[in-house]
């Protein structure tokens, strides 16, 4: 397979049929262990992440990628230099990785490079089998090479100036712990179902329930880890103070109480770090308001719930969380309140204007109805990210130009306007009760239609 045919495939990534696609990945992979093609192999990689989480082919087995096993799930790209806390970026692996190899030497590598020759990446439980002394070896390397540096002043100083900066520090202590309870982390993981995971039902709540126990044993500091690896395969992170629940009632309750709050503190860091992932996707749906609104909602309750599920986490947390939601309302102010009054005016003077070909009469009551309806959405959460004053300000303004509105209509329905009917009244009052509320609404209905019978 060509450089060409490869650079081209890895451009239609979803267009691939799935043989084909196991075969660029396959070939990607060798390139990738060629130090001459591992940079380019590793960005086209990259670029067709999206289609290998969804079909996940075997990957060719190497050490490196033996090494990430345990810690797989919380890997990630980061839109931001600092690093989520209970997500390790991707860019921190090779450094780690290269200290790793260092310490292991060759008498430590050769088992496991021996053991991939034969061992069948698909059969999960072989593969973490052989892996395991593998892991702990990697372990008592990195943890010694990194408790060696708090014994000197200034020591973990250096260790970070060594490493590359606070992020890849923050990851060697993570990748540490991972490799600490690589046995019930992995175990777990190959008892539930693939991700992303739809549904925990009672069995696979067994294994989380096992897991955690199992941890608890070996290292208390990775209980969180449990938990944020299984929340990292969840389809939805709004599943999480459910689940959370079950694990309370299934008793693990004194295990999630532990953590002291890390799980809480993970999810607003994580939170905060999808910022820009939110702000990129109302960018996207400018022109749907509701759907910005609404998300941004959705983003604020599960927000709140995981927190709460996750046992809060103190005053440092409760202010993490907090600058969250004045990121999250500053993305609303913009998104969707700022321009709603103005937008929702415009669109009320278009009504029962002519229309081109493309643009109907219902387009132009849509228009208005959606500014009304996203600003309803995020007077839901107003009093949480502090918009109370600016959206009944906009409800002011469109209130006021619809009052002009409707008197302009009941007008030119007592005169006959052949240019106005009984859909531009209906419309009207489902605008002014969305605005003013359901009783200046009936009364705008009472005068329309008498208007229209001639009374």
Excluded at 70 to 95: H, M, Q, V
Excluded at 246 to 267: P, T, W, Y
């Amino acid at each position: 397979m060509s450089d060409t045919s490869l650079d081209n495939m890895a451009n239609k990534v979803f267009e691939i049929p799935e043989a084909e696609f196991e075969k660029l990945v396959a070939a990607l992979e060798l390139r990738r262990l060629r130090p001459s093609q591992h940079a380019v192999s590793v960005a086209m990689l990259s670029q067709i992440r999206p289609r290998l989480r969804l079909i996940r082919p075997p990957r060719r087995l190497t050490p490196m990628r033996i090494f990430c096993r345990p810690f797989e799930d919380l890997l990630y790209n980061p839109n931001t230099p600092r690093k989520a806390l209970g997500r390790i970026p991707r860019s921190a692996l090779k450094p780690i990785w290269s200290e790793t190899e260092k310490l292991l030497g060759e008498a430590g590598l050769s088992p496991m490079l021996a053991a991939i020759k034969t061992l069948d990446p698909s059969d999960a439980a072989a593969v973490d089998a052989a892996a395991d002394p593998f892991w702990q070896a990697a372990y008592a390397a990195l943890k010694g090479f990194r408790d060696a540096s708090t014994k000197e002043k200034g020591g973990r100083a250096k260790l970070q100036e060594q490493l590359g900066g606070p992020e890849i520090l923050a990851s060697l202590d993570d990748i540490v712990t991972a490799l600490a309870i690589a046995g019930p982390i992995t175990e777990m993981r190959r008892n539930l179902p693939p991700p992303p995971i739809a549904e925990i039902d009672n069995q696979s709540l067994s294994h989380v329930v096992a897991g955690l126990t199992k941890t608890a044993v070996i290292d208390r500091d990775g209980l969180p880890i449990i938990v944020l690896s299984l929340m990292a395969r969840l389809a939805s992170p709004a599943m999480l103070p459910a689940l959370i629940e079950r694990l309370i009632d299934e008793g693990a309750g004194d295990l999630i109480k532990s953590m002291g709050g890390q799980v809480g503190e993970a999810v607003a860091s994580q939170q905060e770090d999808r910022i820009i992932d939110i702000r990129t996707e109302a960018e996207q749906n400018k022109d749907d308001p509701i759907t910005v609104a609404r998300s941004l909602g959705n983003e604020l309750k599960t927000l709140e719930r995981e927190a709460k599920a996750a046992g809060g986490g103190g005053r440092g947390v409760a202010r993490q969380i907090e600058r969250v939601k004045a990121e999250l309302g500053r993305l609303a102010r913009e998104t969707v309140v700022a321009g709603a009054a103005p937008k929702a005016v415009a669109a009320i003077d278009a009504l029962g204007a002519p229309t081109d070909n493309a643009t109907t009469s219902r387009d132009q009551f849509r228009a208005v109805e959606d500014q009304i309806v996203s600003l309803r959405l995020c007077k839901q959460y107003a009093g949480d990210v502090g918009l109370d004053d600016e959206i009944s300000s906009a409800m002011k303004t469109i209130g006021s130009k619809l009052s002009e509105k409707s008197t302009d209509l009941l007008k030119r329905l007592e005169s006959n306007d052949v240019d106005v009917s009984s859909v531009d009244l209906f419309c009207t009052v489902r605008l002014v009760e969305l605005v003013e509320g359901s009783e200046k609404a009936d009364k705008l209905r009472e005068k329309g239609m008498a208007a229209l019978r001639g009374k």
